[in-house]
């Protein structure tokens, strides 16, 4: 039995045999997840005509707003992607979402992980962006054929490159195991980062695409006896009341995705190379 | 009608499949410290009061299965189980004369050495643990023994007689 743990631990061996079980378990999950569909159905069914229709007015303004921004946002993309034309760099991609549901969540106290309802059947695969309305919420570690296992980004083994939105200043955010703090690392005591600070993605490893906010910077504490600052700051995402996610495809996965939506969303990381500088908007 | 014998496996396995849907029951991220541990409570039961029926093995295997419903890793639930089992086995002449709340007391201690070996583990996986949260478990496990006693004995009388 110990040799299994220190196996399992510390070798990838036992990886595909989970893989292969994975199907084993979801219908566990979806056996608990009934009464949370029923109570969906239930909301859905006996709802009176007077709260439909002001959750129908209250959309509508939501819209009306959503429109507002998104004329902006045009025109502010048409321009970035001139100006990244003078800076001979690659143009805006569109990112296309899945929709996604929640359908547990993992038992296990210490770990923040989420089990959704797509598979590989669905296009999903190891290491995808997972986003909610509001903010990154993680990252897909484990794919079923029609469930997958999301591991949070306030779990104490995640990490994630991210920037200020201020002023670029660039740093990892790491989960402390509790589900409303992310601490930064290894922040020189002189940066430049305050209370109230967005984080988003950075795009850099290439994992996350850039420009998703990540957290919020709560606090900052300059410990002079320390060498780097203690920043902590709080996720973005409604880690624990999400219940519709987004699974993010880049450009390049977008073509096998049944189903997917597109969605304008943040550019790609710039690159040198001159041969990949392509003109032309979006 | 199927045999008393065969009856008391179909038994076992329904008591086992309930508690693994229950140990991957949805909680509040900040609750599931509290959820009892529903599969080691029916292991317990089985072998202070049937303690042929249920052999390590099975435990094993049970074990492992949970290890992969709730994704930790390979080996954490089993050990676990197979050591809660065998201090059962040593001890289960004595414990079944106990009072209910005594015996309580004792899957208290039982459910505290197996959360020990699961943060072990968990603590080799990279998840340290701080504080004396891990023995939530062995609380709301020794507070709901009364009512998984209640349950089991009385489903046994029920149908294995």
């Known amino acids: 039995m110990m040799v299994l743990v220190v196996v399992g631990l510390y070798t990838d061996r036992l990886e595909p045999l989970r893989e292969k079980l994975a199907q084993l378990v979801t219908p566990f999950y979806q056996i608990t ?21 002001i959750e129908n007015e209250a959309l509508k303004t939501e819209l009306l707003i959503h429109q507002r921004k998104l004329q902006q946002l ?52 190891k290491g995808q962006p997972v986003l909610d309305a509001f903010g990154l919420m993680g990252q897909v570690i484990e794919v079923g054929e029609t469930s997958s296992t999301v591991l949070l980004i306030s779990d104490s083994t995640h990490a994630i ?25 290894h922040v020189s005591a002189n940066t430049d980062i305050r209370a109230g600070d967005l984080l988003v993605s950075s795009g850099l490893g290439e994992r996350f695409p850039v420009g998703y906010p990540v957290a919020e910077v709560l606090q900052v504490v300059r410990d002079p006896g320390k060498a780097f600052l203690t920043v902590i700051a709080q996720p973005m995402a409604r880690l624990d009341r999400s219940r519709h996610l987004l699974l993010v495809f880049a450009d390049r996965d977008k073509a096998s995705v049944p189903g997917a939506l597109s969605l304008p969303a943040a550019a790609t990381s710039i690159s040198s190379s001159s041969s990949s500088a392509v003109s032309g908007g979006r | 009608m199927l045999s008393p014998q065969l009856n008391l496996y179909v038994i076992i396995a329904f008591s086992f499949l309930v508690a693994l849907v229950l140990s991957v029951y949805p909680l509040p991220m900040d609750m599931r410290w509290w959820r009892p541990e529903f599969v080691l409570l029916v292991a317990i039961y089985w072998i202070f009061f049937m303690p042929l029926t249920v052999s390590f093995i099975l435990l094993c295997i049970l074990g492992l299965f949970q290890d992969l419903l709730e994704g930790v890793p390979f080996g954490q639930h089993s050990l676990g189980l197979v050591i809660v089992a065998y201090i059962c086995i040593l001890s289960y002449q004595r414990v079944r004369n106990f009072s209910i709340w005594r015996q309580s007391g004792w899957i208290f201690v039982l459910v505290g050495v197996a959360q020990l070996t699961d943060n072990w583990v968990q603590g080799m996986a990279g998840r340290p643990l701080s504080g004396i949260q891990f023995l939530y478990p062995a609380l709301s496990s020794a507070l709901l023994w009364p009512v998984c006693h209640w349950w089991l004995n009385n489903m046994t009388h029920r149908y294995h007689h």
């Open chain 1, 74 to 125: 045009a025109s502010l993309a048409a321009e970035n992607v001139r100006l990244r034309q003078l800076l001979n760099a690659s143009q805006m991609l569109q990112d296309t979402v899945l929709i996604a549901e929640l359908i547990g969540v993992s038992p296990n106290p210490l770990s923040h992980k989420v089990i959704i309802n797509r598979g590989t059947k669905d296009g999903a695969f």
């Open chain 1, 33 to 53: 997840d009934v009464p949370g569909r029923v109570n969906d159905w239930r909301k859905d069914t006996f709802v009176s005509q007077a709260d439909l229709k």
């Open chain 1, 161 to 185: 490159p991210v920037q200020v939105n201020r002023n670029g200043v660039r740093a990892i955010a790491e989960g402390t195991g509790d589900l409303n703090s992310l601490s930064l690392r």
